[in-house]
């Protein structure tokens, strides 16, 4: 598997290296690469000239013709080929067509029925992409596909995923096949939503927590620049924290006193409920917070609070930067995040919280597509997989 790497990483001396550099953002010219690198100029000549006639790269005239780059300026070709993103949770399917840049080209939401089979998605999830994919003529260079719970990065299949039980150990690759032979990359929910912070940019910061904040509770973590845990297929089980004030309520995970029973979406879907407030979804109770209702409004604060408290550890001993607010919750991203801020700062040390800033997921409701995507490209674009690539054409 691949892993995120971040312009403070030094990669090798490859044509692939090269475009790693220059696609992050490392080098922009041929000086530049010779600078980075040590290479002479003719050395880099010639790597460059294998990128370019492969159409991974674009150079010069070309470019200046597209305006905004300077003569000699280099660019990752983003149309060489595209990727596929298949982004499934537990009632909310996205796929989605990207270019090499990560920019969405064409993509499709739909819901399901929670819990939904694979038997029964999959081959919907095979149609839609079949739609998105006519009419695109550039070659497909991957798929990026994640699940909510544990997955098996190099089987392919869920491990563990309490809330699409269904999906374990079940094979996806013969679906997805009628699509396209391009190789299939799958990793958990979380951590495509953290790999979609700091794919294509400088992150927001070197260190950071990624929460998704949905149905269920989970944390990403970026520590220096890197994406924790990337390939395992799981992230932090943030939800199945056992907190006191969770006494022995009953959990989904069969244990009692768990985070989510005070703050996760199911908890908190079920609680409005109770007040007899219509809800089914933890997106409802966010709309309904949105649109001023008081019940929802306190719950989400809520929510922040309690899940502040656990993150005040992780704060503690990390130090981030900043605190990234993703999945459901983040749609009512200030009153969940004045609970959060509340409790973090309450319960963490001055000096780990002291810089600390609240930031809403860069994607917003698609981030979990655009990590698909990146995980895809990371993988299509690392240095070793260009440089077979190249050799695959010499
Ligand atoms: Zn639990």
């Known amino acids: 598997m691949s892993t995120t790497t971040l312009p403070t990483s030094t990669p090798g001396t490859s044509a692939g290296a090269l475009l790693h550099l220059v696609r992050t953002r490392q080098a922009e010219t041929r000086g530049d690469l010779s600078r980075v690198t040590g290479l002479s100029r003719s050395s880099v000549a010639s790597r460059l000239a294998s990128l370019v006639d492969a159409g991974l790269l674009l150079e010069g005239e070309e ?21 596929l993103g298949v982004a499934v949770g537990r009632s909310r399917s996205q796929v989605g067509v990207f270019d090499l840049a990560g920019r969405e080209v064409s993509g499709d939401t739909r819901d399901h029925e929670p819990g939904i089979s694979p038997e029964k998605l999959m081959p919907d999830v095979v149609e839609r992409l079949g739609t998105l994919l006519a009419g695109v003529t550039a070659p497909v260079a991957g798929i990026g596909m994640s699940l909510p719970g544990t997955v098996d990065p190099v089987r392919l299949t869920s ?12 094979p996806l690759e013969p679906w997805l096949r009628k699509v396209t032979d391009a190789p299939l990359h799958l990793d958990n929910d979380t951590s495509v939503l953290t790999r979609s912070e700091l794919f294509g940019r400088v992150p927001a910061a070197q260190t950071m927590l990624v929460l998704k904040a949905s149905t269920g509770l989970a944390m990403g973590l970026v520590a220096d620049g890197r994406l924790v845990g990337a390939g395992r297929g799981h992230t932090g089980e943030l939800g199945h924290t056992r907190v006191e004030a969770a006494g022995d309520l009953p959990c989904r995970c069969g244990a009692t006193g768990c985070l989510e029973t005070l703050a996760g979406g199911w908890a908190l879907v079920a609680r409005l409920q109770e007040q007899g407030v219509e809800a089914r979804h933890i997106r409802d109770l966010v709309q309904l917070a949105l649109d001023g209702e008081p019940q929802a409004r306190r ?70 597509l655009h990590g698909c995507a990146a995980l895809a490209i990371d993988a299509a674009l690392a240095p070793e997989a260009v440089d077979a690539r190249l050799r695959g054409r010499a």
């Open 63 to 83: 470019l200046a013709s597209t305006g905004g780059r300077p003569a000699g300026g280099l660019q990752l070709n983003p149309d060489a080929n595209v990727v």
């Open 159 to 170: 491990v563990d995923a309490p809330v699409v039980r269904g999906w374990d150990g079940v």
């Open 299 to 368: 719950l989400l604060r809520e929510a922040g609070r309690h899940i502040g408290e656990v993150l005040s550890v992780a704060a503690n001993l990390l130090h981030p930067e900043a605190v990234i607010v993703g999945g459901d919750m983040g749609g009512a991203f200030d009153l969940f995040v004045a609970g959060l801020r509340e409790s973090l700062y309450a319960n963490g040390h001055p000096g780990a919280t002291r810089a600390l800033r609240f930031l809403p997921s860069t994607h917003g409701e698609a981030a979990g």
